[in-house]
Each structure stands twice: as structure tokens, then as C-alpha cells.
């Protein structure tokens, strides 16, 4: 069974991803060191310099691992039994395996929402920032990981996608 994806289905999100990933990457490797340069070379720190970079990578691992999704590498999975089945049944080992991974983000979705719901009131020690802009990241990267699994099951659905080629 060959793989067959759907081109460029959602360019705007793809290219917003690298956008968000490399200038969060880029936020904390320049604050990081202007921490260390502050602390070692003039002897002070800024109050804010361990918070953002903490919260930027809460961001950056909650949008990386929904962008492996879009690349097909989402969960490590028994691929050897998957692809020694017949080309109809791993359709439907696939097809079930993103339906898993669909309620596993509903339920993370939903969950943080209520606990954002509960702690909304909730700001960082040093910066006063509510605390609901960093747990943001959980429901809307959940969001982003229906829409990619969605996606994949219609790819499935169409006839492609075997077990062997999702690593291709």
C-alpha cells in the first residue's frame, strides 16, 4: 500500500508552526545567555530571566510534538507486527490507532481547559503573567493534534498510508 497524503492541507498552520517553534527557540537560547552574561559579567540578574525561557519551552514541547505529527512520526508503535499484516487489516490497525490518539487529545483538551478554567486567576512569581497563557499551549496544541489525526485517518481511509511507508 502506497502512501498518499493530501498536498499542502493546511500550509497556513505548517508554516505558523516553524514560525512559533524557531522564534521560541531562538527566544531562549538569546535570554539564556543574556542571563548568564548578566549574572557573571555584571554581577546581577533580571527578576524575569528563569521565567520565560521555562514557559517558552513549555510551548516549544507541547507545538514540537504536535509538528512531528504532521511529518508522520507521532508514537512509537509495533511496527514489524503492523506491517507483516495484510494491506486491508493495517488500514484498520491505522484507522483505529488514530482514533485512540484522538480521544487521548480530546480528554487532554477538555482536562486543561477545566484546569485553566480553575486557575485562571493565577500568576507567575516573578513576572505577574497569568498563568493561563502558558497552559494555553495544552488545549491548542491538542486542537491542532485532532485536526493533524483527522487528516491522517482520511489519508487512510483513501487507500494509503501503510505501516512501512509512515516513516518514509
Known sequence: MRMIRSPNVLPFLHALEKYVLVSLIIAITIIVFLGVITRYVFGFSFYWIEEIPRYCLVWVTFFGAVSLMKKGIDHP??????????DPLQKYLLIGENIVMMLIMAVMCIGSLVIIRIHHTQVSPAMEMPMYIVYSIIPLSALIGLLRLGVNICDIAKGGMAAESRFD
Open 77 to 86: 508503535r509495533v511496527l514489524k507486527l503492523i506491517s507483516s499484516l495484510p
